[in-house]
């Protein structure tokens, strides 16, 4: 009912930057908060990385603040990451998340490798 679809990632040097992109398309459900979660290799669980509102209230990381930013543009369903200053700990599988309709149900994309190596 919700799909999202996810773009960038790849390898980048340390130091390096880095964008993710996530569209949203629903013919049902209207959108609520959008962000990015990540999965590192050999971890379990996924990470909060940053999310935003459909308002702009964000909320990030402590291990991302002043590095990575979100932004969102709501006619389009968008929600982007630009990442700066990546380290090799940010290598992970980002997951593209969004909360959508009346029950504001958890979507997610189907994820994208961001390799932070030398």
Same mark, same amino acid.
């Given at each position: 009912q919700v799909q999202l679809v996810e773009s960038?990632?790849?390898?980048?040097? @340390?130091g390096g930057s880095l964008g993710l992109s996530c569209a949203a398309s629903s013919s049902k459900f209207m959108i609520n908060d959008m962000g990015w979660h990540r999965?590192? @290799?050999g971890k379990q669980q996924r990470e909060l990385v940053a999310s935003m509102s459909k308002g702009g209230?964000?909320?990030y990381a402590d291990s991302v603040k002043g590095r990575f930013t979100i932004s969102r543009d709501n006619d389009k369903n968008t929600v982007y990451l630009q990442m700066n200053g990546l380290r090799p700990e940010d290598t992970a599988v980002y997951y593209c998340n969004a909360h959508a309709g009346p029950a504001d149900l958890p979507y997610w994309g189907r994820g994208t490798l961001v390799t932070v190596s030398s």
């Open positions: 960038g990632g790849g390898l980048v040097q @340390p999965q590192a @290799p209230s964000t909320n």
